[in-house]
């Protein structure tokens, strides 16, 4: 019954900023750790960051410091801020959800398109 729902997508033109947000429901338990990977057309899903209820956060390298993973762990709510887009950062972003570091199971959202055009 867990269910992830990712919100906050759209459309925006380059340098501009976008917040995504990913809801977690359907168990009482914090996920251990939360993070957002994305997928452009005809490429692989790669990691966009990660966050760990202990505070640890891991980005992707080529982000050059543009995106902030955030959660807040009473609503048990993540966010992503988006700041000066550009049109390479234009796909579809997917929330993920491992609630123990001992179990394979991951889960994920159905994914919310981010668009960067002018």
């Known amino acids: 019954q867990v269910q992830l729902v990712e919100s906050g997508g759209g459309l925006v033109q380059p340098g501009l900023s976008l917040r995504l947000s990913c809801a977690a429901s359907?168990?009482?338990?914090?996920?251990?750790?939360m993070g957002w990977y994305r997928q452009a057309p005809a490429k692989q899903r790669e990691l966009v960051a990660t966050?760990?209820?202990?505070?640890?956060?891991i980005y992707s390298d080529s982000l050059e410091g543009r995106f902030t993973i955030s959660r807040d762990i009473a609503k048990n709510t993540m966010y992503l801020q988006m700041n000066s887009l550009k049109p390479e950062d234009t796909a579809l972003y997917y929330c993920?959800?491992?609630?123990?570091?001992?179990?394979?199971?991951?889960?994920w959202g159905q994914g919310i398109q981010v668009t960067v055009s002018s």
């Open positions: 359907g168990s009482i338990v914090i996920p251990y750790t």
């Open positions: 966050a760990t209820t202990g505070g640890g956060t």
């Open positions: 993920y959800a491992k609630f123990s570091p001992y179990s394979p199971n991951d889960y």
